[in-house]
C-alpha cells in the first residue's frame, strides 16, 4: 500500500483514477483478447483521438464480448460486406489504408464502449460532454445520436476513398514535430512549403504537405531545436487545405443525403470551441 501511494503521489493521480484505470483495462482485455498497457487507457477521457493507422490483428477477439460482436456486425450490415474480416486479420498495409482505417477506428471506438457498458454497468462514467479531431468528430457525432452508427460507418469509409482517392492523385505525407514551439515551426513550414495540419497539444505538432518537403521540414525543424520528429505511417497530406482540398465537393454531397440530429450529448467543434447544434 506504501508503493501505491508512493506511484500514484508520482503520477499525481488517485486511487480512484487508478481503480478506474484498472477497470477499464479488464473491459478491454475482455474485448481485444490480449494485454493493454495501462498507461494507454482512455477512463473518462471521451475526446476521441484520431489516428490514421490500426495495428494488425485490431480486433483479434471480439466474441469474448456480445456488445462489441454486436457492433462489428451491425458495421459489416451498413457497409455490405464483411469488413470485420480485415479488421480481424488485415494486413498493416490494408488497416493503414485511410478507406478502411476511417471506418476501422470507428467501429473499435464504439465497440470499445458498448463493451465497456456491458462490463461495468451503471459504473459506466457518465458521458458530460463530446469532442473529437478529424475522425474524431465522426465518432462523436455517433455517440451524441446526432448519427445512426450504421450510416457513421458508410460515412467515414465514403471520407477516406475520396482522402485516398485524392491522395493517388497528389501524394503526400504528414510528421509528428515534437518540442518544438508554434512560431518556430511556422517558420520552417515557410520556408519548407507544408502547412501545421493539426495541434494536437503541447508539444506536439502535426505537418502535413508533399513528401520531399515534408523531409525537408523533418531535418530543419530538428536543426531549429525539435527534441524529435516522427514521419506518420499514412498514406496521405490529411489536413493539408491544399492537397486535400478536392475533398471537399464528394464528402458536401456525401453529408447532404444524411439527416442530422441535436445531439443527445453537446459536441464541442475543434474550431471554434462552441457546441454544434443543427440550428
Not at 498497457?37 to 475526446?47: L, M, R
Not at 488497416?95 to 477506428?105: C, H, K
Not at 447532404?256 to 464541442?268: A, F, G, H, K, R
Amino acid at each position: 500500500a506504501a508503493q501505491l501511494d508512493q506511484i500514484l503521489q508520482v503520477n499525481q493521480t488517485t486511487r480512484e483514477d487508478f481503480r478506474k484505470l484498472v477497470e477499464l483495462q479488464l473491459v478491454k482485455q475482455k474485448l481485444f483478447g490480449k494485454e493493454i498497457n495501462i498507461a494507454d487507457s482512455d477512463v473518462t477521457k471521451y475526446i476521441e483521438e484520431n489516428k490514421d493507422s490500426l495495428p494488425p490483428g485490431v480486433m483479434e477477439n471480439p466474441e469474448s464480448s456480445e456488445a462489441a460482436r454486436n457492433i462489428i456486425d451491425q458495421a459489416d450490415e451498413a457497409l455490405g460486406l464483411k469488413f470485420s474480416e480485415l479488421m480481424f486479420s488485415g494486413s498493416q498495409e490494408e488497416l493503414s489504408d485511410t478507406e478502411n482505417a476511417q471506418p476501422a477506428i470507428l467501429i473499435v471506438s464504439m465497440a470499445s464502449l458498448a463493451a465497456m457498458q456491458e462490463t461495468l454497468g451503471d459504473k459506466t462514467p457518465k458521458t458530460s460532454v463530446l469532442a473529437g479531431h478529424s475522425l474524431g468528430e465522426y465518432t462523436s457525432m455517433v455517440m451524441s445520436g446526432a448519427i445512426g452508427f450504421g450510416v457513421g460507418v458508410r460515412l467515414v469509409r465514403e471520407r477516406g476513398r475520396l482522402m485516398k482517392e485524392e491522395a493517388k492523385d497528389r501524394p503526400g505525407g504528414m510528421a509528428a514535430i515534437i518540442d518544438l514551439d508554434e512560431d518556430s515551426l511556422e517558420a520552417v513550414c515557410a520556408e519548407t512549403g507544408v502547412e501545421i495540419g493539426n495541434d494536437n497539444a503541447k508539444g506536439q505538432l502535426i505537418i502535413t504537405g508533399d513528401k520531399l518537403r515534408i523531409a525537408q521540414a523533418i531535418d530543419l525543424a530538428l536543426r531549429r531545436g525539435a527534441r524529435m520528429a516522427i514521419p506518420l505511417k499514412v498514406s496521405g497530406a490529411f489536413h493539408h487545405s491544399i492537397l486535400m482540398r478536392g475533398v471537399q465537393d464528394g464528402l458536401g454531397d456525401a453529408l447532404s443525403e444524411i439527416s442530422l440530429q441535436d445531439p443527445q450529448t453537446p459536441i464541442v467543434a475543434n474550431s471554434d470551441r462552441k457546441v454544434i447544434t443543427t440550428k
